[in-house]
């Protein structure tokens, strides 16, 4: 087949390498940077049987309005290039938050050989063995299902923006949801049509997905203790990050598919806490909560911050907060940050990131000294250098 892969930074590269691979011809458009392969005019002359385009492109894009051809979606294709042949059993874990905490859980509670695909890199299970980093564009995929099947073990995957459709078992981390695609179409819309692909789709609180199972329905939280029933399984299990949020659920969601899946949720008690995701650190008497990743939000700040203060028992704050420049395709809105900072009265804020120059001049942040960084590294040495008691809550979204 002749096929035109649109998008080069997303994984086209990968995509278009697997199908030449088998033989297909394809070209290549990079619609955002336009440095790879044909440009725009060029592709829109020339004739082809299929297009691939990610799901994140404007629909209204000039390209994709001139195409005649049927065209499928990043994730479509990574699930022809999978095909029959994936490892058992195969997950996909999708959301705006709670991703990676989610399938790192899952991970804790399942038996035997596997692979784990998250954002902050792809392990080998039981040894946890590094063994790259790759994003969780869908492309991610193919190399982790092709690796958890040759040691004959489950693959469990983050995918951003939707499931592939490959695996058999689908997660839903968050109901949150935010405009794309040239905000002309909602996320968690999306996340729910690829997700009911899946035989089986599990969907955290306040998710209407006709035919998945709501978590709430199979476990229970009471303070520290989590109870599950499901699969034929039943027992609980206690630990402390369930008073936190951003933990609560993605263990309720690890429980109840651990059920499923042949695991064993008890495991899940002495699950700790991930870096970037709620965890801490103490230097020179001062407290460090890592909240800083790709799904940080204002609900995640929050939490990070009360945790802070309660470990503690000091009010102080030096909130380090903002989005790293081009790291993350959803971001962190400047009025959500103003609303927080008026919220939270941080004794100081470090911005991270040249959208939120200025900041400090708005009269929500009237009183508060407000200090400015380029990067996550940066604005964590501008805060030890000027905490001298309390914490620094690090709040910050990017990729690690």
Known sequence: MRILVIDTIHGGLDIAGYLNGRGHFTDLVDVYRGK???????????????????VHLDPWHPLLRSLTVPVISHHDAVRWIIGKDRPAPFIEITGARGKTTTACALAHVMKGPGILHTSIGTYRFPEKELLWKKSITPSSLVPAAEEALRIGGWCISEVSLGCTGAGEYGIITSSEDYLFAGGKRKALTEKIRSGQRLPHLLVAPGIDAPGAVPVESVTVTDGEVCRYECGGMTGTFGSPLLLLESYRIPLQ???????????????????QA?????????????RIIDNSNSGTSALTTRSAVQYARKITGREEITLVTGKETGAVCEGFPREDILALIGEIQPARVIMVGSEYAGIGDDPGCRGIPSHYAGSLAEGISIARTLTSCGSIVLSVKCWR
């Open 274 to 286: 991930i870096p970037g995701r709620m965890s801490q650190t103490s230097e020179g008497g001062i």
């Open 253 to 271: 969601l690890a429980a109840a598919a651990g059920c499923d899946l042949g695991g064993d949720p008890s495991r899940l008690a002495s699950f």
């Open 36 to 54: 790879v392969g044909i440009d725009a005019a060029t592709a829109a002359e020339r004739s082809y049987d299929l297009a691939i385009a990610p």
